[in-house]
């Protein structure tokens, strides 16, 4: 079964770090965009960041630019998102997410994970 997982989540100080991973079981989406995307309570999904599939190109929503970096290691399949400088409303449930080219759109993405919790304490 073709999977994305993602790890790292957990309870971060405002003004920390913290490290998502998300892997891809075997080599699926070896050749696939991704892109992280979060769900704040009552709120909507919403696109962080995403990578081509070579990881020479980059977005990143305006909301984290400067704090927030996506990065991709090819040789292990797996796609980061380094957090700096968090705040209280990046707290969320972190998807990954991963669609044949990159993009924004929640509705352009077909593969998703099951989310970690992030959650930043003032």
């Known amino acids: 079964q073709v999977q994305l997982v993602e790890s790292g989540g957990g309870l971060v100080q405002a003004g920390g770090s913290l490290r998502l991973s998300c892997v891809a079981s075997?080599?699926?989406?070896?050749?696939?965009?991704r892109g992280w995307f979060r769900q704040a309570p009552g709120k909507e999904r919403e696109f962080v960041a995403a990578?081509?599939?070579?990881?020479?190109?980059?977005v990143t929503a305006d909301s984290v630019k400067g704090r927030f970096t996506i990065s991709r290691d090819v040789a292990k399949n797996t796609v980061y998102l380094q957090m700096n400088s968090v705040k209280a409303e990046d707290t969320a449930v972190y998807y990954c997410?991963?669609?044949?080219?990159?993009?924004?759109?929640?509705?352009?993405?077909?593969?998703w994970g099951q989310g970690t919790q992030v959650t930043v304490s003032s």
């Open positions: 990578i081509s599939w070579t990881g020479g190109t980059t």
């Open positions: 075997g080599s699926a989406f070896s050749n696939y965009a």
């Open positions: 997410a991963a669609r044949k080219f990159i993009g924004r759109g929640v509705d352009g993405y077909d593969y």
